[in-house]
């Protein structure tokens, strides 16, 4: 079975300081792996995914995630945050292969970025 | 291209009462999914299809929530006599069936149901 913990359940940083949110996931298979956000009363957005190859991907507003097998990791990441980035995150792993489709989502991180 | 379409936006109800959302997924989506999302938690599957067969309903409360989408285009999510225990907000996510895209979900603003 799949899983995924996300350890901190709140964050808050400054505005203009660099953010990382941490995702560890269990997998019995090479994981997809994906990062969503949740603005308030708003669905789920995607903001970046990992399939294969380079373990650092880009995503949409700055972000970027890095993938580790080796400690079944996949921490996003922000240089500089915005007010803007205030909202909830939430890792999600599905495993590859099979035509099970099943995404499996953490209990998110909710992100305060103060001014 | 339109999103995914979720309606209502949200529902209150007295314990015992009956609630059915409804969903419209992106156009040329085959797979279908209904996500239970409590407060403060991440969301959790219900229920998926692939066109209009169910795929895993394994975590669907069976003996009071039911899902259909007999064309394999809209889906409906039903509870029958809900609980306190069902305040949730309901998501309804579609992606495409090809390729690395089908892994990409895209969800809609979601139903917020409080039972009182």
């Known amino acids: 079975a799949q899983s995924v913990t996300q350890p901190d359940a709140r964050v808050t940083v400054s505005e203009g300081a660099s953010l990382q949110l941490r995702c560890k996931y269990s997998?019995?298979?090479?994981?997809?792996l994906f990062w969503y956000v949740q603005y308030p009363r708003q669905g789920l957005q995607l903001l970046l995914k990992?399939?294969?190859?380079?373990?650092v991907v880009q995503g949409v507003n700055g972000f970027e995630a890095e993938f580790s097998k080796s400690n079944s990791s996949f921490h996003l990441r922000k240089a500089s945050v915005h007010w803007s980035d205030s909202a909830v995150y939430f890792c999600?792993?599905?495993?590859?292969?099979?035509?099970?489709?099943?995404?499996?989502f953490g209990k998110g991180t909710k992100l305060s970025v103060k001014s | 291209e339109a999103g995914v379409t979720q309606s209502p936006r949200y529902a209150v109800l007295q314990e015992g009462q009956a609630v059915s959302f409804w969903c419209d997924p992106i156009?040329?989506?085959?797979?279908l999914y209904w996500y239970q999302q409590p407060r403060d938690q991440g969301p959790q599957l219900l229920v998926y299809?692939?066109?209009?067969?169910?795929?895993?309903n394994s975590q669907l409360p069976s003996d009071r929530f039911s899902a259909v989408r007999p064309k394999g285009t809209n889906s409906t999510l039903k509870i029958q006599s809900a609980k306190q225990g069902d305040t949730a907000t309901y998501l309804c996510?579609?992606?495409?069936?090809?390729?690395?895209?089908?892994?990409?979900?895209?969800f809609g603003a979601g139903t917020r149901l409080s039972v009182l």
């Open positions: 996510a579609s992606s495409p069936g090809l390729g690395y895209s089908q892994n990409t979900l895209y």
């Open positions: 997998s019995s298979v090479t994981p997809y």
């Open positions: 990992y399939y294969s190859g380079d373990p």
């Open positions: 999600a792993v599905r495993n590859s292969g099979g035509s099970n489709a099943k995404l499996t």
């Open positions: 156009s040329g989506h085959d797979t």
């Open positions: 299809f692939r066109d209009e067969a169910v795929i895993d």
